[in-house]
């Protein structure tokens, strides 16, 4: 059998979250593991990409040191759940449309991302 190393577990496909902070909050992103909880896997950001970068660093070190300690890493699901492209289309408004667009380039994103986040937001707001 093969050793699984720290390149086999950062390679896995984990499903990443992306919270968006309100300005009350201070402004900001944290992503996130949902399948491996909500406290140790967090990074957090200026930017998407910062809070993302921020979490890979997060789960290299994690990964690092339950490897050394032999802590069974939880692998994420594969196969056996139906598959979703993690693409659909809706009409809106086109009101909405030029509020989304607007304020997506005020973040200094692009809309799919902006979209995206308050879209994330929500749900771990439901949860």
Same mark, same amino acid.
């Given at each position: +059998? #093969?050793?699984?190393n720290i390149?086999?577990?950062?390679?896995?496909?984990?499903d990443v &979250?992306? !919270?968006?902070?309100?300005?009350?909050?201070?402004?900001?992103?944290?992503?996130?593991?949902?399948? %491996?909880?909500? &406290?140790?896997?967090?990074?957090?950001?200026? /930017?998407?990409?910062?809070?993302?970068?921020? %979490?890979?660093?997060?789960?290299e070190e994690?990964?690092?040191?339950?490897?050394?300690?032999?802590?069974?890493?939880?692998?994420?699901?594969? &196969?056996?759940?139906?598959?979703?492209?993690?693409?659909? +289309?809706?009409?809106?408004? #086109?009101? %909405? !449309?030029?509020?989304?667009?607007?304020?997506?380039?005020?973040?200094?994103?692009?809309?799919?991302?902006?979209?995206?986040?308050?879209?994330?937001?929500?749900? /771990?707001?439901?949860?």
């Amino acid at each position: +059998m #093969k050793t699984k190393n720290i390149e086999y577990y950062m390679g896995l496909n984990y499903d990443v &979250g992306l !919270h968006v902070y309100s300005e009350e909050e201070g402004g900001g992103y944290r992503a996130y593991i949902p399948f %491996l909880g909500s &406290g140790a896997f967090v990074g957090e950001g200026d /930017t998407a990409e910062d809070a993302i970068e921020d %979490l890979r660093e997060c789960k290299e070190e994690i990964f690092g040191l339950w490897i050394n300690e032999g802590t069974t890493i939880p692998e994420p699901p594969t &196969g056996k759940e139906k598959e979703y492209s993690g693409r659909f +289309m809706t009409r809106i408004p #086109k009101t %909405l !449309h030029r509020q989304l667009a607007k304020e997506a380039e005020e973040q200094g994103v692009s809309m799919n991302l902006y979209v995206n986040n308050i879209l994330s937001s929500k749900m /771990t707001a439901r949860r």
